[in-house]
């Protein structure tokens, strides 16, 4: 098992530039979230979804857009690149097994720069 | 508005015991969760806790008071390795998870 993979790793954008980054899990989780994580400002959740053909708006979704075609794909884009979406950017998918077994799994982040 | 609230920086000596408090306001509450992560490096899940009490896995060990809003992961026996941080979550409900700022631990020798 692979487990949540990101791609790509690293990139560097221009401003207005467009992008899709790419989380795969092969985990059959039906839960899938797109994090942003700056400096001193923890986790704060983008878009997530709750199965295949379904997203949902997070806490911080302007300036993103998701997609989840597939059950073990969830597509984060930015249509229009701006500097202050420079940020670690992580995925992970959600385990339930029960109401004291959650777990969420992260991908090894995408960072990105925009200049 | 919804807030967790937990220490900025603990500092701890190689076998020590360590603390980390969290204490939340959300508008619903399912259960709180406690993440590593070193430096450069993505979150790894330490626990979760959706009942009252205290759940032991190994030297890591999550407390949860839900009168309170307040919980707690404690680590016993530090290791070099520990350094790292740690960020406690909250799952209030409707699938969605609120994260803490993090608590950045740093093991002396």
């Known amino acids: 098992n692979a487990g949540v993979t990101q791609t790509p790793k690293f990139r560097v954008l221009k401003t207005g530039q467009s992008m899709t980054l790419l989380c795969a899990q092969d985990?059959?989780?039906?839960?899938m979230y797109w994090y942003r994580q700056d400096p001193g400002m923890g986790l704060r959740l983008i878009h997530y979804?709750?199965?295949?053909?379904?997203?949902a708006k997070g806490e911080v979704p302007d300036g993103y857009n998701v997609s989840r075609l597939k059950k073990q794909n969830f597509l984060l884009g930015l249509e229009s690149a701006a500097p202050s979406q420079t940020s670690v950017y992580f995925c992970?998918?959600?385990?339930?097994?029960?109401?004291?077994?959650?777990?969420?799994?992260f991908g090894p982040g995408t960072r990105l720069l925009v200049l | 508005g919804q807030s967790l609230e937990q220490p900025s920086e603990v500092t701890a000596v190689e076998g020590a015991i360590v603390q980390i408090n969290c204490t939340y306001q959300?508008?619903?509450?399912?259960?709180l969760s406690w993440y590593q992560q070193h430096d450069g490096g993505a979150p790894t899940f330490l626990s979760y806790?959706?009942?009252?009490g205290l759940e032991e896995t190994g030297r890591f060990s999550s407390f949860l008071s839900r009168s309170d809003s307040y919980g707690y992961l404690l680590l016993q026996e530090l290791q070099m390795k520990d350094s790292a941080s740690y960020f406690c979550?909250?799952?209030?409900?409707?699938?969605?998870?609120?994260f803490g700022t993090g608590t950045r631990l740093k093991v002396l020798a």
């Open positions: 985990m059959n989780h039906e839960y």
């Open positions: 992970a998918s959600r385990s339930y097994l029960g109401q004291n077994q959650e777990t969420q799994y």
């Open positions: 979804s709750v199965g295949e053909g379904t997203t």
């Open positions: 979550a909250v799952h209030p409900g409707t699938y969605k998870y609120i």
């Open positions: 959300t508008s619903g509450f399912y259960g």
């Open positions: 806790n959706a009942l009252d």
